[in-house]
Structure formats: structure tokens, C-alpha cells
């Protein structure tokens, strides 16, 4: 547990402390504690819906009601959880219709429903090897349409199918159509007559290749013959809706940037967007959103440029502009009748659901808070957007955090260490908004950059394919240019530069340390290390990803092997932490084992945690809490300060013969 700082500030100036060991405000309790994160906003009427994921309850999904008259409650119980893993990520766990909820439960993978004053949720879909997402109220028919997931098949693929779901629940759901690999997006038109959806198949990931279609909708409920409507190779189409007069929407990246879009009678399309900027984000989750249809006829939209998300207000005619806005992140926007809501954040604030003027877009109201921490002000690091030179001629781009408490500086002349951050997808992108996992660290006197190396999201297409065919070598060379880059700048140590990612950030991280010196630490959370492993064991939704990012498999195995970090265990010659959660089934707990085996056999500096009952991203509580105090205590004994928390010790095998072969110290 965090103790009161053992040193105390005097008002004549900041302490002077070696970086690192500052005593912060902020504690492992203001992280792991009163803290939620918000997803996944909807409207129903007046009413508005979200998710919150609570660590202090394994992570449990809970879904939340805010009513008119301002009041707010839980709407599903425990036991139960509102996720899905559909396509394993999942995402539109649930739908809202005239206070009916229905809703897709973790633990069996069933839809529930929820009708209002009923405290019990009943299921409506028969128990079995099935999933579902992604889901819409079809009323005329008093249907739900959802994407299922068939797992009942042993030793095969999940299907993909695109189902009606009776609401009666005295059915079962009804197949209405399948055949691609994978399908999304379910959206019928406003008046029941046609259904519109995407499509994709091996070895396409959504944001790489997908197909727009549209069917009409039959007496029966049956689906005719399909059109498409766009799409096709080289072209993602992202996020369609109908407007409420009947007009088909979509977002594509036809121009080299997701733009808006609407399908006319031609069939013609008219760009509604025509601008260097990002209105989707790569579909790892379904059901994102980030456009809507206000009352007057005009668009809400979000579009991502420059290192940050932006408010647009859009009509048929032109884009009326960007909507002035503090909102730096902006997640899922929602549009109803009288209000428009998001989860949004700022880079002062942590995550928060708003609610906007629809006239205006000005915000009417903070829904919640993820989390209830007040911090001063002049305690928080505000990211510094920097675009510096990488290999090959290139430039990337990244948000550069430094140590910020007023109450402690350095000693003169010290300057600090660096925790480079290689986000995950890879076509993730870094967050510019209150992260307090950075904060915690930069009020302790330790310098932070998210980087946006090429391959992420938010910069158009052509940067986004960045890392075709050079996964393991650009998304590299752009952390240790980020690095060197600060070094240069006189901002921090080069003799303490850690890196640190999750996911595929952590197969970064990893080859990072095999592939180049520029790093003396890393920290790995469930990230890559075997490629080959990787593309034999993952599943379904992924198990091609690697064909554009590396190169077909097994053709190009050896390139595999060439790219992997447990295959060159012997170039690491810097401690490396290792988490992993071993009910992950994307990257499994064979890869972090045989990373870990590899570490001892080479004599490398190492701990190893592993989670019971965590997946691929740590959800619970006790989790989160021991990956802050082990990566403070694992910076701490590798760099040479002692953090000013009393932590739970964490044993880094090797490391007192590492640090004391670095010191020129013979081992007696």
C-alpha cells in the first residue's frame, strides 16, 4: 500500500530528488481504486445507457442508466457481466429499445432481456457454444438483429452469421445470412425494407479491405438478393447507418482517409467529409460510432487529425466546420432526438460521459466520471505533440510527457528516465487524454512518450500501411527514434530509456531489445514474442492479420523466424518484465512461458507475473494494482532510485549480477 510522502515539501522551492523517487499525490489506490472505464454510450428515448468495467469487480461490465430526471442506477445485476467476445474484442454487448434492454452475458455467452421494473434478466437465446454482437432492434417484427458466432463446430472456425433473435425468446434465432468469413454491422432502414451490413474475408482485416451490402427485406423477414453497395479490395468501409429519411451512410478510405459519406440514387456517392482526417477508427470492436443524425437534418461527426480527435459539424451541403471543443478523445458519439452523448476526455480530465446541445454541440452536462480523483493542476503533465526524423527518411510522431510535481525537481545536472510506450493493434494510436498510469509516473519524477509509430491510426491510409511487410522493423525504428530524438533534445537520460507495450506493443517492446541497443529495461504485458506461435495458435479473427504485417504463412516462415524475439534471446542484454494474463487467448501463456524459459537460459535479468483469471488486457483490481508496483519497483531497481512507495518486492532474477557487471564489479 502507498504511504504518505517521507519527505516533505517547504515552501522556499522544490526538493531536490532524484528522479523517480518523488513523493506523488498520486496513488496506486486513485488508479485501481474509485476507477471505471466508461464504453459503449446509447440512447433510448430520454434515457441515456454505458458500460462501466470496474477493476474492484474482477472487472465486471455493468450496464448504467442515466434517466430524464437525472437519476442513475445499475441495470443488470450481479452476477452478470455485459461484455461479448465476438471476434474475441467484442464490443456492441447491448441495445436499448423503449426501455426494453437486451444484452450478451460474459460468463454463457447468451442475450438476456430486461424489460423496465423487471429485476431479473431473462435469456432468449438457447444455451450452446454461441456468441453475439453487434445488435439492432428490427421493431416492425419485433426482432433483434445481432452477428452470432458459431463455436459448436470441434476443431473449426467459428461461423459467422448474421441472425434474428425473437424477442419472445420462444425461438430460436433465424439465420438471415453468412457465407464470408466475417460480418458486422447489422442496420436496418429506417421503414424495415432493407438491411444493410459489412463484410470481409481472410486474410483482410476490416480496416484493410471490407464490402458494404444491401438486401431488401421480405414479408417473412427473409433477406433477398444483396447488392454492394461499396467497398472491395484496397477500400474499408467503416460504421454505416440510414439517416431517418432513409439515406444509406458509411465512412470509407477511398481517398487515403476514412471520410463520410452517403449513397445516392445512381448509385452515386457524395463525400460529405472531403478532408485529411479520420471519421472511424480500425474495427477491433463493434459497433463504434462516431457520426449521428441531429433533429434539423445535419451531421455530428468526430474526425481524428493532428494527434487528436475533433468535433465537426457537417450538413449536405458542406462541413460548417470544427466545433470548438476541450474534448481531446472522443469515443463513441451518440445522436438522439434531444441530446447528443459521448465518452469523451481531456488532457486534464480523466474519461467522462457528456451530454451535448444537439443546436450546438456545447456540453450540457457531465453524465459520469470514470473516476472521482481531483488532481492540482499544476501536478499534471500535459502531452507535448512532437513529429521527429526516423530511419529511411520518414517521420513519426508521438506525444511526449515530462515529470511534472511541484513540490520536487531533480538534482542539478540529473536528467530523467524515459518510459517509451508502443501502444498495441499495431493500428492502435496513442490517447491524448488524462492517462493516469503516465501521470503516476510523471509526478514521480519519470518522463513518458505514447508513440505513434508508422502503422497507427489518425495520420490516413498510406501512414496506417506503414507497417505492411515491416512489422518488427518500423514501429522499431520509430520508438528508438522517438527516444533518440528526446535524448538529443536534452530532455532525458540515454543511459535510462525503458520501453514498455502491451499486445503488439509488446512484441515492439520485445524486439526492441533483441534488435537494437538503444534500450537498457523493457516491460512486456502480453505481448509477442513467437511470431510463428502467434500465427498458428490465435484465433479466427486474427489468424491472417500477420499475412499483411509480416508475410504469408508458412511461405514465409523463415521471415517469421528472422522477426521473432524468442529466436534471439541471446542480443537482449537488459532486464525485462514480463506479465501475462493466463486466460488469454490471444496471445496465450505459452508464448510469455517460452519467453520467460529463454530469459533464464540466456542469463537475462528477468520477473515473471502471471494472472489468474485475467485475459488479454487485466481487468481486475489485484491485477492492476501489482502491474503499477511491479513496473515502479522493476524501473526502480534497474535505473537506480528507490520510488518514495512502500511496494510489494518483486524479485528481478540476475539483476544484482547485471547491474554489477555494468559497474565494472567482478562477481566474487
Known amino acids: 500500500m502507498d504511504q504518505e510522502p517521507r519527505v516533505e515539501p ?3 522551492g522544490p526538493v531536490a530528488l532524484p528522479h523517480g523517487s518523488w513523493p506523488s499525490p498520486i496513488r496506486i489506490d486513485d488508479l485501481v481504486g474509485d476507477v471505471v472505464r466508461l464504453s459503449e454510450p446509447w440512447i433510448d428515448g430520454d434515457d441515456v445507457y454505458w458500460i462501466e468495467s470496474r477493476p474492484a469487480e474482477a472487472g465486471r461490465s455493468v450496464l448504467v442508466r442515466h434517466g430524464a430526471d437525472g437519476s442513475t442506477a445499475d441495470v443488470t445485476p450481479p452476477p452478470f457481466n455485459v461484455r461479448t467476445r465476438v471476434h474475441e474484442y467484442g464490443g456492441g454487448a447491448y441495445v436499448a429499445a423503449g426501455g426494453t434492454v437486451v444484452f450478451s452475458n460474459m460468463a454463457d455467452g447468451r442475450l438476456y432481456r430486461l424489460d423496465p421494473g423487471d429485476a431479473d434478466p431473462q435469456p432468449i437465446t438457447p444455451d450452446g457454444a454461441f456468441r453475439y454482437a453487434d445488435l439492432r432492434f428490427d421493431p416492425g417484427r419485433r426482432r433483434f438483429l445481432a452477428i452470432r458466432e458459431d463455436h459448436t463446430m470441434v476443431d473449426k472456425d467459428p461461423w459467422a452469421a448474421i441472425v434474428a433473435v425473437p424477442l419472445d425468446g420462444e425461438h430460436p434465432p433465424r439465420v438471415l445470412y453468412e457465407g464470408p468469413d466475417f460480418l458486422a454491422a447489422p442496420r436496418p ?22 464490402r458494404l451490402r444491401v438486401a431488401p427485406v421480405g414479408d417473412d423477414g427473409s433477406l433477398g438478393p444483396s447488392d454492394l453497395a461499396a467497398g472491395g479490395l484496397d477500400e474499408s468501409i467503416a460504421q454505416p447507418e440510414w439517416s431517418p429519411d432513409g439515406v444509406l451512410h458509411f465512412v470509407s478510405d477511398r481517398t487515403g482517409w476514412w471520410n463520410l459519406y452517403r449513397l445516392l440514387d445512381g448509385p452515386r456517392l457524395d463525400a460529405l467529409t472531403p478532408m485529411d482526417a479520420e471519421f472511424a477508427d480500425p474495427a477491433w470492436v463493434f459497433d463504434r460510432s462516431s457520426y449521428g443524425f441531429l433533429p434539423d437534418g445535419s451531421i455530428a461527426a468526430v474526425g481524428r487529425a493532428r494527434g487528436r480527435d475533433r ?8 462541413i460548417v466546420g470544427e466545433v470548438e471543443a476541450p474534448y481531446t ?3 463513441t458519439l451518440r445522436v438522439g432526438p434531444r441530446t ?6 481531456t488532457p486534464t480530465e480523466p474519461q467522462m460521459v457528456v451530454a451535448l446541445e444537439p443546436a450546438t454541440l456545447a456540453t450540457s452536462g457531465v453524465l459520469r466520471h470514470a ?9 499534471v503533465s500535459v502531452a507535448e505533440a512532437i513529429t521527429f526524423p526516423t530511419a529511411g527518411g520518414r517521420v513519426a510522431h508521438a506525444l511526449y510527457y515530462r515529470p511534472r510535481n511541484p513540490d520536487y525537481a531533480g538534482p542539478d545536472g540529473e536528467l530523467p528516465p524515459l518510459v517509451v510506450r508502443s501502444h498495441g493493434g499495431p493500428t492502435s494510436n496513442a490517447t491524448n487524454w488524462l492517462e493516469l498510469s503516465y501521470q503516476y509516473l510523471t509526478s514521480r519524477g519519470i518522463a513518458v512518450v505514447d508513440v505513434d509509430y508508422g502503422g497507427s491510426t489518425g495520420y490516413g491510409r498510406e501512414y496506417r500501411h506503414e507497417l505492411d511487410g515491416n512489422w518488427g522493423v518500423v514501429d522499431v525504428d520509430d520508438c528508438v527514434g522517438a527516444a533518440r530524438y528526446l535524448v538529443d533534445r536534452g530532455d532525458v537520460d540515454a543511459e535510462r530509456l525503458a520501453i514498455e507495450g502491451g499486445s503488439a506493443g509488446g512484441y515492439t517492446t520485445l524486439a526492441a531489445l533483441a534488435f537494437r541497443d538503444t534500450f537498457s529495461a523493457g516491460i512486456s ?8 506461435m502467434l500465427a498458428r495458435q490465435t484465433h479466427k479473427f486474427e489468424a491472417r492479420y500477420t499475412d499483411r504485417l509480416v508475410g504469408p504463412y508458412p511461405e514465409a516462415a523463415e521471415l517469421y523466424r528472422d522477426r521473432s524475439p524468442i529466436n534471439f534471446l541471446d542480443h537482449i542484454d537488459s532486464p525485462v518484465l514480463v506479465l501475462q494474463g493466463l486466460d488469454d487467448r490471444v496471445v496465450t501463456p505459452t508464448n510469455a512461458e517460452a519467453l520467460v524459459a529463454g530469459l ?10 502471471a494472472f489468474e483469471g485475467e485475459g488479454h488486457g487485466f481487468r481486475g483490481q489485484a491485477a492492476q494494482r501489482r502491474t503499477l508496483e511491479a513496473r515502479l519497483a522493476f524501473l526502480g531497481a534497474v535505473f537506480g532510485f528507490t520510488p518514495a512507495d512502500e511496494l510489494e518486492p518483486l524479485e528481478v532474477v540476475g539483476l544484482e549480477a547485471w547491474l554489477s557487471e555494468r559497474r565494472g564489479v567482478a562477481i566474487g
Not at 533464464?600 to 507475473?609: L, Q, R, V
Open 329 to 331: 478523445e472522443i469515443g
Open 600 to 609: 533464464a537460459a540466456n542469463g537475462i535479468p528477468h520477473a515473471y507475473i
Open 189 to 210: 432502414s429506417p421503414d424495415g425494407g432493407r438491411l444493410a451490413w459489412l463484410e470481409w474475408d481472410h486474410p483482410d482485416m476490416p480496416w484493410d479491405a471490407s
Open 340 to 345: 447528443v452523448v459521448a465518452d469523451v476526455g
Open 311 to 318: 468535433l465537426f459539424y457537417v450538413t449536405p451541403e458542406s
Open 525 to 532: 504485458l502480453f505481448g509477442v514474442a513467437d511470431l510463428e
Open 371 to 379: 473516476s472521482s480523483l481531483a488532481l492540482d493542476p499544476a501536478l
Open 10 to 12: 517547504v515552501e522556499s
